[in-house]
Each structure stands twice: as structure tokens, then as C-alpha cells.
């Protein structure tokens, strides 16, 4: 073998993400075909840390072992969600985020022009996942920059929402 061969080296193409960047982009609502349509529902990590919550207590019951990439997944929405309560049963927990959800879902504004606005649901997951009792606009903006075509006042109309509700799943009196 000759020194020009050892030094060559064999490169696949890069892909191109110029077709991704131009069909998903969270910050103008474009998530591509995948995500369109009615049929689909995203989840907060509250919900999804629910859910899995349930499922482990009957896997339990019926002594079956959980795979690993379950056990990543619980542990990452457990770390990451902001909306829990071990005193509260699970059908309160879930019932209260169904609540938020469903709020947020048919949250609507007009704007001056006369156009109803709504959210999306990538931003009502989002929003779920993001917001602390303490959460100003300027944050959620910033976190979720889809936010900004809503006037300031409806912003914190949204997090007051989220507020109120974290707090009724977060206090230990209710």
C-alpha cells in the first residue's frame, strides 16, 4: 500500500438540512406533515409522567418487568415536571392538567384587526412544560418565540392560567 492510500479517507455526504430547517421551525408553528391534522396530541411532561406513573403501578400488579428506555423516559418527564403533587391521587393530577389543557386549547384573542388568535398545540405543551408560578412574559417569549404574535396581556392571561392551576396541584390543602 502506498502513503497516498493510507491518507485517503472516504466521506458520505452530509445531509442536507436546508428541507428540514425550511419545513419544521417551532418558532413560526411549522412542524411538517407528520405533526399536521387533528388526530394528534401533544403531551406535557406532566401528562406524560402521569401516564407512565399509572402504567409502572400496573405493570407491578401484574409483575412485569419495565424496559429500560421506559424507565429513561419516566425518570427524564419525573425530572423535568413541574406539576406534581405525591399527595394528590392521579385522577386529581389528571384531571387538573386535562383541565389546563383543554383552557389552554380554547384559549382565544382578537386582535385589533378582528383576527381570533389561538394556540397551538406545540405551545400549549410548552407552556405546560415551561412555566413556574413565577414565569414573566418576557421568559415565556423567549423560551417559546412562536408566543410573540400575542399581545402582552394575553400572555399573562395564559400564564395566570397555568399559575392558578399549578397551584391547586401543588398545594397540599386542596
Known sequence: MSSNEANTTTTAPKPSSSTVTAVENAAELSFGAGFSGEDIQILSNAQVAVILQM???????????????YKKTQKYVERYNTMKNPEKEHQELVDE??????????????TEEGQEMELHQFEVAALMNLVATDTMVEEAVALIPSLSRFPESAIDEILDLIRNTMIRIVSYGS
Open 55 to 69: 402504567s409502572a403501578q400496573n405493570a407491578l400488579i401484574r409483575d412485569e418487568e419495565l424496559h429500560d428506555v
Open 97 to 110: 392538567l386535562d383541565n389546563l389543557q383543554g383552557a389552554l386549547t380554547t384559549f382565544r384573542k382578537e
